[in-house]
C-alpha cells in the first residue's frame, strides 16, 4: 500500500464544476503539498499547509491532521485546470517528499 | 530570477551506456534535491543534498546511480551501465532551507534507454 493515495485517479469535469481531489496518507507528517504538473511541463507547487485551510484563486486547500487526509477544491472549473494534481507529504524526519501517483483533471468546455 | 534549470530536456541513450543529468537551482537555494518519475506515477525520491553533502541517498536504488554537488550550487546525476529500467523523467528540486518549505522543481529531463 502507498504511503500516500489520491482519489480519484482520473476525473473528467464540465468547465464549470466544483471539483474536489483526495488524499490520504499514512505516515507521520509535518506538511503536505499539493501540486500540479501539465502534460510535457514541470511541477508547480500550489499550496503547502500543516493545518486548517488555505485559499489562493478558484483553489482550495484543507487538511484535517488527526484523520491524516487533505482535499483540494477547484471552484468553477476551466479547462486550463486541466493538468495532473499530485499529493506530496514531508515524511518523518528526513526532508523528503512523498508523493501520490497523481489525479489526471480533464475539463471539457 | 531563474528558476531551477535541468539539461538536457531529453536524453536518448543504449542500454549500458553512461548519463549525466544537470540540475542548476536557483541562486541561493542550500537545499537540492533529485526525484524520479516514471510513466503514469508520481515521482520518487533519490538523494537529497544540503549545500555540497548528501544529506540523504536513500532514494537511490542501486549503486549505478550517482550525485555530486561539489559547490554546493550545480547538480549532477550520473547514471552507469544504463538500463531500460531507468528510463523515466529526472525532476531536480531546491528549496531556500531543507524542511517544511516550499520546493521549486526544475521541468526535468527525460531520459529513454533503448
Known amino acids: 500500500k502507498n504511503e500516500v493515495e489520491q482519489s480519484p485517479q482520473n476525473l473528467t469535469a464540465q468547465e464549470g464544476e466544483f471539483i474536489t481531489i483526495n488524499c490520504s496518507y499514512s505516515?507521520?507528517?509535518?506538511?503536505l503539498h499539493w501540486l500540479q504538473q501539465h502534460p510535457g511541463g514541470g511541477i508547480v507547487s500550489l499550496f503547502m499547509?500543516?493545518?486548517g485551510k488555505k485559499k489562493h484563486g478558484r483553489l482550495i486547500a484543507t487538511i484535517n491532521i488527526q484523520e491524516k487526509h487533505s482535499s483540494l477544491h477547484i471552484t468553477a472549473s476551466h479547462p486550463r485546470d486541466s493538468a495532473v494534481y499530485i499529493c506530496?507529504?514531508?515524511?518523518?524526519?528526513?526532508?523528503?517528499?512523498?508523493f501520490g501517483t497523481g489525479t489526471l483533471l480533464a475539463v471539457q468546455p | 530570477g531563474a528558476g531551477v534549470s535541468q539539461t538536457p530536456s531529453n536524453k536518448v541513450t543504449e542500454k549500458g551506456k553512461y548519463v549525466e543529468l544537470r540540475c542548476d537551482p536557483i541562486?541561493?537555494?542550500?537545499?537540492l534535491y533529485w526525484y524520479r518519475q516514471s510513466l503514469g506515477q508520481g515521482p520518487e525520491f533519490l538523494i537529497y543534498?544540503?549545500?555540497?553533502?548528501?544529506?540523504?541517498d536513500s532514494g537511490l536504488p542501486n549503486d549505478r546511480f550517482f550525485a555530486v554537488r561539489p559547490e554546493g550550487s550545480v547538480s549532477t546525476l550520473k547514471i552507469q551501465r544504463t538500463e531500460r529500467g531507468d528510463s523515466a523523467v529526472y525532476l531536480c528540486?531546491?528549496?531556500?532551507?531543507?524542511?517544511?518549505?516550499?520546493?521549486?522543481f526544475g521541468p526535468g529531463t527525460r531520459l529513454t534507454v533503448l
Open positions: 543534498f544540503q549545500g555540497t553533502g548528501a544529506a540523504d
Open positions: 505516515v507521520g507528517i509535518s506538511a
Open positions: 528540486a531546491s528549496s531556500f532551507i531543507a524542511g517544511e518549505v516550499e520546493q521549486f
Open positions: 506530496a507529504v514531508h515524511g518523518g524526519a528526513t526532508n523528503k517528499l512523498i
Open positions: 541562486s541561493g537555494h542550500t537545499a
Open positions: 499547509l500543516s493545518s
